[in-house]
């Protein structure tokens, strides 16, 4: 994306997994894990998954991205989704789907037990997919109190628009202390300048799609997401931004004061701040806290863009709030899991697990 200045060199936020004899990751592992969540808000495990397991997992989602009475999400990008620009879609409970979120809140259980207890839900589990010509959503937050996971079932380039992040504007207990008391001003800043990029990115793109032969505009797609009155927070709406009516980015928050704060703070916000472009090889999971700063790219790539997702409450979130950031299948909802229920569950093929009793808590 040319509008902004994005860092594909994801390096400084990698730890490689490595697995002990029951298949989790080993105790170093963990523990450089957290340190990274801790400082950045996210950790990058790369090859964390076999060849097989990413394999079996792309299988799956496949299966149901074929399904035509799947059940779409509703959070989004519901206009990417209905011009087919985006596939965003919950997976239902079944036995297989179980296993593979099982396995993973097995593999990664050291790391999420630090931010997650045994009775805390299991928000969503869904497979999200970015074809050419979707939209590059806004920076944004999710609903906070929950930690979130990709997983990388095939090679992602990075044109395929891997998820983008802007390391360390997560929020905890003392955080808006940092840069001489301003930093939660100072991240929202950064977070308007960059949209007016996105915003204005997405509307060359959707400009020049007009006439291209390639993913050309569907009926009414232009007019859609463009001047539609329909609900859409990540689409480059005119009418809903000089309306106030998008909640990510409207014209309401560029009056003269914020423009004279974006002026004078512009070096400061590029030197604490920086946006980096994930573009994970097979196997690779990122774990991220759901109030990073974050975005999904748009696909530019004739490829399609396949994650595996999987979110997991660290605290109690109100059932409204829940729905703002996240699509349960109806399954799920009917039949509420938590991770202490993935942890249980018996997954085929992976060594048996003994429980050990430590601080309160059943480890491995």
Known sequence: MTELKVSCDTSTFEVPAVLDASGTLTNDCVRQAVAMMDTHGLVILTDCLSHAEAEAGLELMRQIIDDP?????????????????RDFCSLPSSPDVMRFAARLGQRLEGVL?????RSRSVLEIATFTSYFGSSHQYIHRDPSGVISLFAAVE?????????????????????????????????????????????????????????APAAPLGPGEFRDRVFSTKWDQHQPNLLRFFLGKNAQFS??????????????????????????????????????????????????????????????????IETKYWHDGYSPHPTLAAQPLCFGDLLDMPVRGAPARPLIHRTGALVD
């Open 69 to 85: 009475d799947r059940s779409r999400s509703a959070f989004a990008s519901e206009t990417d989704n209905h011009y087919l620009r």
């Open 113 to 117: 037990s630090e931010y997650c207890g």
């Open 155 to 211: 090679d992602v380039s990075d044109e395929q628009g891997g998820t983008v992040f802007v390391p360390g504007t997560h929020m905890y207990g003392g955080a808006a202390n940092r840069h001489a008391g301003s930093a939660y001003q100072l991240m929202e800043l950064f977070r308007i300048a960059t949209n007016v990029r996105v915003l204005r990115h997405n509307l060359k793109k959707l400009w020049q799609m007009r006439k």
């Open 251 to 316: 014209l309401a928050m560029l009056g003269p004061r914020t423009l004279w704060k974006l002026y004078r703070n512009r070096q400061t916000m590029r030197d604490l701040f920086g946006l980096i472009q994930t573009a994970p090889r097979k196997g690779t999971v990122i774990l991220y806290r759901s109030d990073l700063l974050h975005a999904g790219p748009d696909n530019r790539s004739r490829q399609p863009r396949r994650f595996f997702g999987m979110s997991i409450a660290r605290d109690i």
